[in-house]
């Protein structure tokens, strides 16, 4: 996974980044898009762990979890922040990457971008584990994970700035605004230092959109993982 | 031929398992055209607009071809499985010449691709508008063409390696390549203009040219949006990668699986 992540994200870079900015007018567009495509990657990476609770409960592993002495509420919350350092251990040599092309403006806005980008991940994995306990089929986990990657990044800013997207239909646009990766890709980009296109004024409210998108997967999460797993509810 | 049937009747059965994966890989490829090509749309540079009027009707043709791309490209990950698990055995004993089987495979690779293809391709002529009967032809005899070549492609990897990773690494650098080192998404003006410029390798500006997945997305924008005009080479390009592959593929096939 690793290796074909690399390899998407440094075609995506020397080849679709490249090309698309002498397509589009917007300034400076392939270090915007080379910014968001950072945020692509750490998405589809921390999306990971749900597969492996299926994986897990092929294998009788949920038990065995289950009957650790850690409460419900330290397995889910360990396993969302498990399952974003694990995104952010594969991501970061793409990420350096990234950063290479761009540059760093400023680093106390970069670390708090840095900041905003784990909870991201985090809420992420959230998300995907809550998603996988409820639904309960690989197939049907898989199928929605693949629509949801499809409507949550392509209707985001992590590909194009707000504005085009509002322009191009009000309703991409309103769902664009009220999007985490929108909020992540945003606040990378304001850490870096690329300062134009931005979907906000203050970087404390897509801040406060991240947290708050992590701490309802971690709640759903964990109420979920009581009501659906308890008992044989896997099965 | 009767044994062709039921090499294409059995992978057909197979596709169609992966009934979930489809509808992801639709799901995708529509939100691309709906969503991304719609707002591309309104980003492009008076320029581009000048050269192709609209990203969404140039665009579409491209999708298609991808589409077609990769699910021609699903029936190397199933060889690659059976060499894993040793089915190939199995497929050794059935009664049928290895020709039939392996021009069998390649063939049902090519099919599955064009049934996979056949709703992106009506929409793209439900948006962009229809092709002449005798565009619509040969719009379909080159993409069926084309289905074949990357189906002997992703076979041809598929049987030289016994190990997933190898295979998933090489389909990865092949499946970018022949994608974004193409017309399927951008103007080919545009990758020539940057060889020109000397930041992009005339060693890719070339690849590119001939890549093709570029012609045959060409093809269908010539004869539906007039633009980049028709030219042979387009067909010639897509014939000559279909014919050397589909040998390619059936002689590695052959050659490759016997000996495991």
Same mark, same amino acid.
């Given at each position: 996974?690793v290796?074909?992540? @690399?390899?998407?994200?440094?075609?995506?870079?020397?080849?679709? #980044?490249?090309i698309?900015?002498?397509m589009v007018a917007?300034?400076?567009?392939?270090?915007?898009?080379?910014? =968001?495509?950072?945020?692509?990657?750490?998405?589809?990476?921390?999306?990971?762990?749900?597969?492996?609770?299926?994986?897990?409960?092929?294998?009788?592993?949920?038990?065995y979890?289950?009957?650790?002495?850690?409460?419900?509420?330290?397995?889910?919350?360990?396993?969302?922040?498990?399952? #974003?350092?694990r995104?952010?251990?594969?991501?970061?040599? *793409?990420m350096?990457?990234s *950063?290479?092309?761009?540059?760093? @403006?400023?680093?106390?806005?970069?670390?708090?971008?840095?900041?905003?980008?784990?909870?991201?991940?985090?809420?992420?994995? =959230?998300m995907?584990?809550?998603? @996988?306990?409820?639904?309960?089929?690989?197939?049907?986990?898989?199928i929605l994970m693949g629509v949801?990657d499809?409507?949550i990044?392509?209707?985001?800013?992590?590909m194009?700035?707000?504005?085009?997207?509002r322009?191009?239909?009000?309703?991409?646009? +309103?769902?664009?605004?009220?999007?985490p990766?929108?909020?992540?890709?945003?606040?990378?980009? +304001?850490?870096?230092?690329?300062e134009?296109?931005?979907?906000?004024?203050?970087? *404390?409210?897509?801040?406060l959109?991240?947290?708050?998108?992590f701490?309802?997967?971690?709640?759903?999460?964990?109420?979920?993982?009581?009501?659906?797993?308890? #008992?044989?509810?896997w099965? | 031929m !009767?044994?062709?049937?039921?090499?294409?009747e059995?992978?057909?059965?197979?596709?169609f398992?992966?009934?979930?994966?489809?509808?992801?890989?639709i799901?995708?490829?529509?939100?691309?055209?709906f969503?991304?090509a719609i707002v591309?749309?309104?980003?492009?540079?008076?320029?581009?607009?000048?050269q192709i009027?609209?990203?969404?009707?140039f665009?579409?043709? %491209?999708?298609?071809?991808?589409?077609?791309?990769?699910?021609?490209?699903?029936?190397?990950?199933?060889?690659?499985?059976?060499? !894993?698990?040793e089915?190939?055995?199995?497929?050794? $004993?059935?009664?049928?010449?290895?020709?039939?089987?392996?021009?069998g495979?390649?063939?049902?690779? %090519?099919?599955?691709?064009?049934?996979?293809?056949?709703?992106?391709?009506?929409?793209?002529?439900?948006?962009?508008g &229809?092709p002449t &009967?005798?565009q619509?032809l040969?719009?379909?005899?080159?993409?069926?063409f084309?289905?074949?070549?990357?189906?002997?492609?992703?076979?041809?990897?598929?049987?030289s390696t016994t190990?997933?990773?190898?295979?998933v690494?090489? !389909? %990865?650098?092949i499946?970018?390549?022949?994608?974004?080192?193409?017309s399927?998404?951008y103007?080919? $003006?545009?990758i020539?203009?940057? %060889?020109?410029?000397?930041?992009? &390798?005339?060693?890719?500006?070339?690849?590119?040219r001939?890549? &093709?997945? $570029?012609?045959?997305?060409?093809?269908?924008?010539?004869?539906?949006?007039?633009?980049?005009?028709?030219?042979l080479?387009?067909?010639i390009?897509?014939?000559v990668f279909s014919?050397?592959f589909?040998?390619?593929?059936?002689?590695?096939?052959?050659?490759?699986?016997?000996?495991?």
């Open positions: 996974m290796i074909m992540r @690399a390899i998407w994200f440094v075609s995506q870079i020397a080849f679709f #980044g490249l698309a900015s002498r917007v300034e400076d567009y392939f270090r915007y898009y080379v910014g =968001g495509l950072s945020v692509m990657t750490l998405y589809s990476a921390a999306i990971f762990i749900g597969f492996d609770i299926y994986e897990e409960a092929e294998h009788g592993v949920f038990e979890l289950l009957s650790l002495p850690v409460t419900r509420r330290e397995l889910v919350l360990g396993r969302s922040i498990g399952g #974003g350092l995104a952010f251990i594969y991501v970061g040599p *793409l350096c990457i *950063l290479y092309v761009i540059g760093i @403006a400023n680093p106390t806005n970069f670390l708090l971008a840095l900041f905003s980008l784990f909870l991201f991940a985090f809420g992420i994995s =959230g995907s584990i809550t998603l @996988a306990v409820v639904i309960k089929s690989s197939d049907r986990f898989d949801l499809a409507l990044v392509r209707l985001s800013t992590a194009y700035p707000l504005s085009f997207v322009e191009a239909n009000p309703i991409y646009g +309103w769902v664009a605004n009220f999007n990766v929108t909020y992540a890709a945003d606040l990378f980009r +304001w850490g870096t230092g690329i134009s296109f931005l979907s906000f004024e203050n970087p *404390l409210l897509p801040l959109g991240i947290v708050l998108f701490a309802f997967f971690m709640f759903v999460g964990i109420v979920l993982y009581d009501k659906s797993i308890e #008992g044989g509810g099965q | !009767r044994h062709i049937v039921h090499i294409l059995n992978d057909f059965r197979n596709f398992r992966y009934k979930w994966w489809l509808v992801g890989l799901s995708m490829n529509l939100a691309d055209l969503i991304m591309y749309n309104r980003m492009l540079k008076p320029e581009v607009v000048q009027k609209s990203y969404f009707n665009f579409a043709p %491209g999708l298609t071809v991808t589409g077609l791309f990769a699910s021609a490209f699903m029936i190397g990950r199933e060889v690659n499985m059976e060499r !894993r698990r089915v190939h055995q199995y497929m050794l $004993s059935l009664p049928m010449t290895r020709f039939e089987l392996a021009f495979r390649v063939l049902s690779g %090519g099919l599955r691709g064009m049934v996979y293809m056949s709703p992106l391709l009506a929409t793209c002529f439900a948006f962009v &229809p &009967p005798t619509f040969i719009i379909l005899i080159v993409l069926f084309l289905a074949m070549g990357i189906s002997g492609l992703s076979i041809a990897i598929a049987v190990s997933i990773d190898k295979f690494t090489a !389909r %990865g650098l499946y970018y390549l022949l994608f974004f080192c193409s399927v998404f103007p080919f $003006s545009l020539e203009q940057l %060889g020109r410029e000397g930041k992009f &390798p005339m060693l890719l500006v070339n690849f590119a001939v890549n &093709p997945l $570029s012609n045959a997305s060409d093809l269908i924008r010539s004869f539906l949006l007039g633009t980049p005009p028709f030219t080479e387009m067909v390009s897509v014939l014919a050397v589909t040998f390619f593929a059936a002689f590695a096939y052959i050659k490759l699986i016997e000996r495991a």
